[in-house]
C-alpha cells in the first residue's frame, strides 16, 4: 500500500481532519501574503503607476491561472478517485498525464498571448503610460506560463499525495524567492517591471523543481511517468474541474461591476471602503478555500474505495467544522472590526466611516461562502462537474450581477453592502438543496451510491 492510500485511507476524526487540513490553510494565507508584498514591493520600487498597470492585466493573469486551477482541481479529483479504488498505476498515469497537459496547454497559451499581446492590452484598456510596464511583465509571465501551470498543479498534488505539510514548506519557499528577487532585482540590479517578473517566473520555477524532485521518486505517493497521456484523465480533470475555472473567471467579472456600482452610488471613497472590506473578509476566504481544497482529495478517495461509512462521516465532520469556521469568521469580525479597518484606513476620514458602519453588514458574506464553497468542491470531488458549475456560476455571478445591479435601486446604499450576503444567502439556498437532493446518488447518506465515477 502507498503512502497517500494509508493517509487518506485513515478513519478521519473531526481532530485529524483538522490536523491534516491546517497545512492547506496556512498553504493558502502564506501564498496571498506574499501576493499582496509582490504588490507592495513593486509600489515601493517601480511607483504607483506601475503597481496600476499589474493591477490593469489583472484579467488575463486571472484568466490563465483558471485554466491551471482547473486542471489541479479536476485531476487531483481523478487522481484521489483512482487511489481509493487502489488504482495506483492509473493515478500515476493521470497525474503525469495532467502534467504533460499543463506544459502542453501553457506554450500554445503563451505563444497565443505573446503574439496578440499588443491587441489584449488595448483591450483592457492599459493606459499610455502604463503600457511599457505592462508589455514588459506580461512578455516575461508569459514565458513563464507553462511553470505557472505546473506549480499550480503542484499545491493540490502535494495535498492529494497526502503530505500537505511538503506544499507548504515548497510554497514558503517560493514566496520567499519571489520577494527576495523582487528586492533584488528592482533594487540593486535595475531591471524594473522585467526584474518583477522574473522573481514571480523564479517562485514558480522553485514550485515545479520541488514537485519534480517530490514526484518523480519511485518509492513517491504518486508517481511522475514518462507515459502515454491518457485522454480521458483529461476529460475527467476538466469535467470535474470546470466550476473551479468559472468561479474564478466570474470573479472577474463581477470584480467590475461592484466597482462601478460602488463608484455610482458612493463615489471614489465607496471603491476605497469595498476594497478595505473585502480585503479584510479575504483573509477568511483564504481559509475556506484552504480547508476544502484539503478536503476534497479526502472525499474523492472514499467516494473511489466506496466506504460509504466513512465518506457520510468526512462529509458530516466537514459540515460541523465548516458551521464553526463560518461562525468563528464572522464574531472575529465584529470584535476585531476597528484596528484592521484602522490599518488599512485612518479614522476620521470618510472611507473609515462608511467601512465602520456598514462592515458588520458585509461580513455576514462569511456566515455562507464557506457552505457555498465546499458545496462546488464536494461535487467536484464526485467528478459531477454540472452541479458543481451550476453553483459556482450561480453564486460568483447570477446572484452577484443581480444583487449588485438590483438591491441598490430597491433599498438604497445599504444595498451596496448587503448584495455580497444577499448573493451568498440565495447561492446557500441553492447548494443546500443540490447537497441534500444528492446525498443518495453519490453515497455520502452512508448507503451504497446510485452513480460511481470511476475516471
Known sequence: ?????????QDFTIASHLRFAFPRMMMSLFIMSYVVADGVLIAHYMGTVALASLNMIFP??????AIGMMLSAGGGSVVSRRLGARRSKDADRAFSTIAYANVVIGIILACVGLFFLEDILLFLNVEPE???YAREYQIITLLGLPFLLLSLTAQTFFTVAGYPKVGLVVAICSGLTNVVFDIVLMGPIPWGMTGAAVATVLSWIVSVAAALIFFARPNAPIRLLWVKPEWLAITGAVRSGFAE????????????FFNAAFLHWLGIDGVAALTVASYATYVFNCIFYGFCEATNPIISFKYGEQNWTQLHKVVTNSLKIIGLFSLGAYVACLVC?????????????AV???LLDNFWIFALSLLFMCPNMFAAYIFTAFGDGKRASIISFARTFVFMIACIEGLPLLIGEIGLWLSVPVAELCAFVLSSSLVWASRNRYGYSGKPATKINKA
Open 1 to 9: 500500500m502507498r503512502a497517500s492510500e494509508s493517509i487518506l485511507g
Open 337 to 349: 472590526a476597528q484596528p484592521v479597518l484602522a490599518f488599512f484606513s485612518a479614522p476620521g476620514t
Open 245 to 256: 475555472m468559472v468561479g474564478n473567471l466570474s470573479g472577474s467579472v463581477t470584480l467590475f
Open 352 to 354: 473609515y466611516q462608511l
Open 130 to 132: 502604463q503600457m511599457q
Open 60 to 65: 488575463l493573469s486571472g484568466f490563465l491561472s
